[in-house]
């Protein structure tokens, strides 16, 4: 079974940088698409951003254009989640997540495999 482990989280100041990175087990994990998705305490779980396979077509939710990137190096099996100018608003836990079906979504159900998450928390 595909496991996804992520990290990179932690405590950081207003206006500060953080790059997660979420590693497969899969041998199959360039023909995944690799998705983002964040948790904060009393909210639904959101989608963060998206990369497709092989192209590297990338995708995001409007509240972080700009400020977040996500990449993949599919030789090492890895996505990342680089966070800029990063805001109180972003504190949660964030989860990646892997979908086998070609084409991105932003929909929770629409992805197979999940990590446990990270904690991301922006101080002011």
């Known amino acids: 079974q595909v496991q996804l482990v992520e990290s990179g989280g932690g405590l950081v100041q207003a206006g500060g940088s953080l790059r997660l990175s979420c590693a497969a087990s899969?041998?199959?994990?360039?023909?995944?698409?690799m998705g983002w998705f964040r948790q904060a305490p009393g909210k639904e779980r959101e989608f963060v951003a998206a990369?497709?396979?092989?192209?590297?077509?990338?995708y995001y939710t409007d509240s972080v254009k700009g400020r977040f990137t996500i990449s993949r190096d599919n030789a090492k099996n890895t996505v990342y989640l680089q966070m800029n100018s990063l805001k109180p608003e972003d504190t949660a836990a964030y989860y990646c997540?892997?979908?086998?079906?070609?084409?991105?979504?932003?929909?929770?159900?629409?992805?197979?495999?999940w990590g446990q998450g990270t904690q991301v928390t922006v101080s002011s």
């Open positions: 997540a892997a979908r086998i079906k070609m084409g991105h979504t932003i929909l929770i159900r629409g992805y197979d495999y």
């Open positions: 899969g041998r199959t994990f360039s023909t995944y698409t």
């Open positions: 990369i497709s396979r092989s192209v590297g077509n990338t």
